[in-house]
């Protein structure tokens, strides 16, 4: 009888940044990836264009955590903000894990940077869990596992 191999579910994640150690995030989004194709055409070619690779443009991160006392991920901001962008690009790590909390599935996000920092509303009636936002740009994401 063949091993079943079901699909990972989408809520057991883990995330590494260089240097910052945050307990948790509620959401973790991976921008697309794609490579623009190009028209090309010689004025001998038939009367179709050809299809080139162009640039591959990597989509941004975005992440989602309820406010802690830690500042790490703001001051990661506001360090960009100060225009230190070459010596703050970290590597962040994306692990996916199965049921038993065994990480099947591994992404590396190159070059990373906080571009946009955003706190979530208030409401003096709400009973909903105060978030940050954090996008991440970045020069290549990867699977590598």
């Known amino acids: 009888m063949a091993t ?5 579910r989408n809520f057991r994640f883990r995330l590494e940044i260089d240097g910052i150690s945050q307990a948790s995030f509620s ?3 991976i921008g697309e990836t794609a490579t623009d194709a190009v028209d090309y055409r010689d004025g001998t070619d038939p009367a179709h264009v050809r299809k080139l690779d162009g640039l591959t443009k990597y989509g941004n991160i975005t992440l989602k955590w309820g406010v802690t006392d830690s500042q790490d991920l703001y001051n ?3 360090a960009i903000v100060a225009g230190q962008i070459s010596k ?9 894990m199965d049921e038993t909390g065994t990480e099947k599935a591994r992404f590396t996000v190159a070059e990373a940077w906080p571009m946009k920092y955003q706190l979530g509303g208030l409401n003096g009636k709400g009973n909903e869990v ?3 936002t954090l996008e991440l740009v970045n020069e290549g994401i990867e699977r590598v596992k």
């Open 4 to 8: 079943r191999n079901d699909p990972l």
């Open 27 to 29: 959401e973790v989004a």
């Open 76 to 78: 990661w901001h506001k």
């Open 88 to 96: 703050n690009r970290k590597m962040v790590v994306i692990s996916v």
């Open 130 to 132: 105060f978030l940050e």
